[in-house]
T-cell receptor, first 116, second 111 residues
């Protein structure tokens, strides 16, 4: 399975600032996704990061708040913009490797964000 | 869109007993059903998955069953061990890559 890393692992940010989270996969993958997991809660899909085109956002998430880049088949970034305490959460990226004939999703370790 | 309900929210079992977690889904087009285990502070780890053309799948102490007619699927863990204690999430996908997760089940295995 693909090995996925994220940076930073955690951060504490001030209200009104922005944070960019990086997701790196050790091999080329077809699909990459970004999820949010609030404390003690389940995972909610924010968007699908499409290589070479704009990300596809889920209901309730917008590009201005969560801009996403995917410049190649191994890397993606999620920016949390103009942060408020309600954005405090764990942000996880995942990857699905259809190049290897599987649609199984594997997750990165997550980025724990605290907004003061 | 798809909605996945998961029960129970917490489950306590004695070591060696079996544990069963159940999920129901709403979209009859869903065809892929993975289960993830998440230990405290760790990433979700895939433990088993099943596709709609299969009714049951087993991997050592873990099994998953799928009832497409009733739109529900279940995770069965036999001979539970303390290291099975974690949060378990079911999910469903229509094959369009999007996973919709259940709310999670906290499993506690008492030794």
């Amino acid at each position: 399975s693909a090995v996925i890393s994220q940076k930073p692992s955690r951060d504490i940010c001030q209200r009104g600032t922005s944070l960019t989270i990086q997701c790196q996969v050790d091999s080329q993958v077809t699909m990459m996704f970004w999820y949010r997991q609030q404390p003690g809660q389940s995972l909610t899909l924010i968007a699908t990061a499409n290589q070479g085109s704009e990300a596809t956002y889920e209901s309730g998430f917008v590009i201005d708040k969560f801009p996403i880049s995917r410049p190649n088949l191994t890397f993606s970034t999620l920016t949390v913009s103009n942060m408020s305490p309600e954005d405090s959460s764990i942000y996880l990226c995942s990857a699905e490797d259809r190049f290897r004939g599987t649609d199984t999703q594997y997750f990165g370790p997550g980025t724990r964000l605290t907004v003061l | 869109g798809e909605n996945v309900e998961q029960h129970p929210s917490t489950l306590s079992v004695q070591e060696g007993d079996s544990a069963v977690i159940k999920c129901t889904y709403s979209d009859s087009a869903s065809n892929y059903f993975p289960w993830y285990k998440q230990e405290l502070g760790k990433r979700p780890q895939l433990i088993i998955d099943i596709r709609s053309n299969v009714g049951e799948k087993k991997d050592q102490r873990i099994a998953v069953t799928l009832n497409k007619t009733a739109k529900h699927f279940s995770l069965h863990i036999t001979e539970t061990q303390p290291e099975d204690s974690a949060v378990y999430f079911c999910a469903a996908s229509t094959g369009g890559n999007k996973l919709v997760f259940g709310a999670g089940t906290i499993l506690r295995v008492k030794s």
